[in-house]
């Protein structure tokens, strides 16, 4: 039973089109979060929500929007992609905004041609 | 300077070797300390944390953290090919800092 899971695993597409990945965590958890791994493999925090509430919006281009239905679900939205959008994004989910254990999902690998 | 340093490697060793990992920090205001282990082509994985100073032990792998010297230190012991790996550290204040700052990472390779 997976933890964390992010639909699609792997997303191609063209430059100026719209895409949403979906994320859900069956943890229990209360705090969930959008993170950008780029080609060098750093990890970026781009968004959090705790209890469907935003509490974390770093400076991310307003063309991604992230939206919470409920507390297992958080969902990514980005509107007219651009090349250097292309990265690798995870959710992860945490209890409380504990962020001392946070678990991943396994990704959704974004390519913007 | 970035906040957190970690040298990326690729570090490679034998079988059975220790493998010592590291990260130094500059902010004196962090308190926990984590090491993550991401396999290729997957999420990152919680392998450790710790809170303020000290050591951890858990299996093969020990975490140090030693905050006079803002370093911190991850050895696994009797390294196997399954370690083969990135690893990445990563910290945070405490209270309602929570933002966590994550390093580079190091990627291993473990060869049999």
């Known amino acids: 039973d997976t933890a964390v899971s992010q639909t699609p695993k792997y997303l191609v597409t063209q430059m100026g089109n719209d895409k949403s990945i979906k994320c859900e965590q069956n943890l229990g958890h209360d705090t969930m979060y959008w993170y950008k791994q780029d080609s060098k493999k750093f990890l970026k925090i781009m968004f959090s929500y705790n209890n469907k509430e935003l509490i974390i919006n770093e400076t991310v281009p307003n063309r991604f929007s992230p939206k919470s239905p409920d507390k297992a679900h958080l969902n990514l939205h980005i509107n007219s992609l651009e090349l250097g959008d292309s990265a690798v994004y995870f959710c992860a989910s945490s209890r409380q905004g504990r962020t001392e254990k946070l678990f991943f999902g396994s990704g959704t690998q974004l390519s913007v041609l | 300077q970035k906040e957190v340093e970690q040298d990326p490697g690729p570090l490679s060793v034998p079988e059975g070797a220790i493998v010592s990992l590291n990260c130094t920090y500059s902010n004196s205001a962090f308190q926990y300390f984590m090491w993550y282990r991401q396999y290729s082509r997957k999420g990152p994985e919680l392998l450790m944390y710790t809170y303020s100073s000290g050591n951890k032990e858990d299996g093969r792998f020990t975490a140090q953290v030693d905050k006079s010297s803002k370093y911190i230190s991850l050895f696994i012991r009797d390294s196997q090919p399954s370690d083969s790996a990135t690893y990445l550290c990563?910290?945070?204040?405490?209270?309602?800092?929570?933002?966590?700052?994550w390093g580079l990472g190091t990627s291993l390779a473990v060869n049999p």
């Open positions: 990563a910290m945070s204040g405490g209270g309602n800092n929570r933002k966590l700052i």
